[in-house]
DNA sequence: CGAATTTGACCTGCGC
DNA sequence: GCGCAGGTCAAATTCG
């Protein structure tokens, strides 16, 4: 599928911000210290610069790997070797992106998804969304609703109906981008026992190790997290390491990732967690998997199921399909 | 009582 | 310019 080009992803982000919105400011409405959220930047920028600065290496941080093909390669992959429906309410079917256009600059951050819905609907995808209408739609049987991200600086929507094909498939067409956090990863600081803030007190000081990915410490601690104690951060870096080599310098290569396992997911949970890979793939999508929400329309905002550790599901690269880490 | 949802009205873009 | 269809607004209603 397309190569995203970062050059225009920029342009698009920064003039779709009404106000010209800087990212900080976009982030700081999640509540999120924005050491959570700057990573691997020993030397901080201030000012309107750094916003931009930011923008740049979450754009090429984020975007240099993962495009939808990929993501959905891989999920087809982890889908059909069926053994993730067990429990679960929604089935990833597909994405479709706009014909036209090469990049995520000319396709206006615009995409949709066809979603299985079994009876209670699908799955939470990891945002909180409003609704602000519903229309009838002509030559549709299905009224389409239409949501709004409730973060009042974020201005992703979605339109959500079900198929006139096939009710129990609802397409969900997703648009603009989210610039903050999921709300799962909040949980994923909150169900340790700690905020968020205080889960990045306890970091260790970052060593800015020229032969580790700067993303790695972080998936260290993930890692950390998922496993306990047990497992050396010796053998956890040894392990990153040679994934880096496999990737010749560039980790972040999701359909090889996808089927590597664990040591990639919790790097594409580093990137997500910034709230961007997300927007191309909701949390519903990577996660097939995912929690069971109870309500016969798509959204559940008013009460959402933030599954706890939602995050920390992966798709082992053979076998036994989706696995939730507690 | 505040927040979320519902729903009719209004706005906007497009084709004729 | 007109009508249609899709998208959004906002007051009313519902819910927790």
């Not at 580790?212 to 053998?235: C, I, S, T, Y």
Request: aromatic share 8%.
């Amino acid at each position: 599928m397309e190569e995203i080009m970062m050059d225009e992803l920029e342009i698009h982000w920064l003039g779709g911000l009404e106000d010209e919105l800087s990212m900080e400011e976009l982030l700081r409405g999640c509540d999120v210290p924005t050491t959570a959220r700057l990573q691997g930047r020993s030397d901080p920028q201030s000012g309107a610069s750094h916003g931009k600065a930011l923008v740049n290496e979450l754009a090429s941080k984020v975007y240099s790997g993962p495009t939808i093909g990929d993501l959905e390669g891989a999920l087809y992959l982890s889908c059909r070797n069926g053994e993730i429906i067990s429990g679960s309410t929604a089935l990833y079917v597909g994405v479709a992106l706009p014909q036209k256009g090469a990049g995520i600059g000319n396709m206006e951050n615009k995409y949709t998804l066809r979603v299985k819905a079994f009876g209670n609907g699908p799955a939470d995808d990891g945002y909180k969304w409003r609704k602000y209408g519903q229309k009838s739609i002509k030559n549709s049987p299905n009224p389409r609703s239409y949501y709004r991200c409730t973060n009042p600086k974020c201005n992703a929507k979605k339109q959500v109906e079900r198929s006139g094909e096939d009710p129990e498939t609802l397409v969900i067409t997703y648009e603009g981008l989210h610039l903050h956090y999921t709300y799962s990863h909040f949980l994923l600081s909150q169900t340790h026992g700690f905020s968020a803030a205080e889960f990045h007190a306890t970091k260790k000081p970052k060593t800015q190790s020229t032969d580790l990915h700067p993303k790695v410490p972080e998936a260290l601690e993930l890692w950390q997290m998922v496993r306990g104690p047990e497992v050396g951060e010796e053998q956890q870096q040894k392990s990153f390491k040679a994934g880096e080599k496999q990737q010749n310098g560039e980790i972040i290569h999701t359909s090889a990732m996808v089927k590597e396992g664990i040591q990639e997911w919790l790097i594409i949970d580093a990137y997500t967690s910034q709230g961007l890979l997300e927007d191309v793939v909701p949390l519903m999508v990577r996660k097939p998997c995912g929690s069971i929400t109870s309500s016969d329309e798509p959204s559940q905002s008013s009460q959402p199921s933030y599954p706890s550790l939602s995050s920390f599901v992966f798709w082992p690269s053979t076998g036994s399909g989706c696995e939730s880490v507690t």
